[in-house]
C-alpha cells in the first residue's frame, strides 16, 4: 500500500479572507482649490466652500498677457510704419509753374479769369498787347476778385483796388500786381511761366514792356 501522506493543515487554510480596507481618501479642503475670492464676495462664503464667481488667477494672468500683447504689437506696427515712412519720397507737389493756356485768339478783349483757380493768372487782352496777371495782391498777398460790372479787381483782404489791367489805384496795395512770362510754343499756342514774374515796384520804371512781358499781333 502506498503511503499516504497525511494532509498537513494549511496554515489559515478555510479561514475567511481578511476583509480588503479601503484606501484612505485623503480630505480635501474646498477652500485651499477656489481661486481669490473676488472684490466683494463676501467671507462668509468663502469660508463655507462655496464657489466665489469672480474672476480665478488664470482669468486674471491671461488678461494680463492680452494687454502685454497688444501693448507690444501697438509698439512695432508704429515702429514699422516709422520705418517705412523714412524710406518714402519727401517731396512737396506743388502746382506747375510753366504751362500752355490755347492758342491767342481763345482770348477776347478784356481779362479771362478761367485760369484762376489752376494757375492763379488772369489773361487780360487790350487793344494793343495780351498778358497775364499774376492773382497777387501786392499787399499782403490774398486773391483779389474781378468784378466786371465795376471793372476792377478787389481785394477781399483790406479792400485794395486794381484797374483791369492791375495798376493799384486804392487801398493799401503798394504797387500794381505783377505779370506772368508769355511767348508762343511752336504749336501757336501760349506758354506762361509764373516763376518769372515782371513788376512795376514803387518809384520805380515799370517792366511791363519788357520782352516776354507781353504778346503783341497775336
Ligand atoms: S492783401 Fe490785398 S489789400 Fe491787403
Known sequence: MPEVEDAKPVPNAGAPAAEAKPAAV?????TKYVGTPAVGTSKAAAAGGVAASGPTNTDVDRRRRR???AAVTAFLT???IAFFRFFLPRTLFEPNTVFKIGYPSE??????T???QKY?????????RLFVI??????????PDW????NKFKCPCHGSGYDSEGINFEGPAPRPMDRAKIELAPDGQIIVDTSRLYSWPKGQPSHFNDPGAFLTGV
Open 26 to 30: 485623503p480630505k480635501v479642503d474646498a
Open 67 to 69: 494687454l502685454v500683447w
Open 78 to 80: 508704429a515702429w514699422f
Open 107 to 112: 482770348f477776347a478783349l478784356g481779362v479771362d
Open 114 to 116: 478761367k485760369f484762376q
Open 120 to 128: 492763379r493768372i488772369w489773361v487780360d487782352r487790350t487793344p494793343d
Open 134 to 143: 499774376y492773382a497777387r495782391c501786392t499787399h499782403l498777398g490774398c486773391t
Open 147 to 150: 468784378k466786371p460790372s465795376e
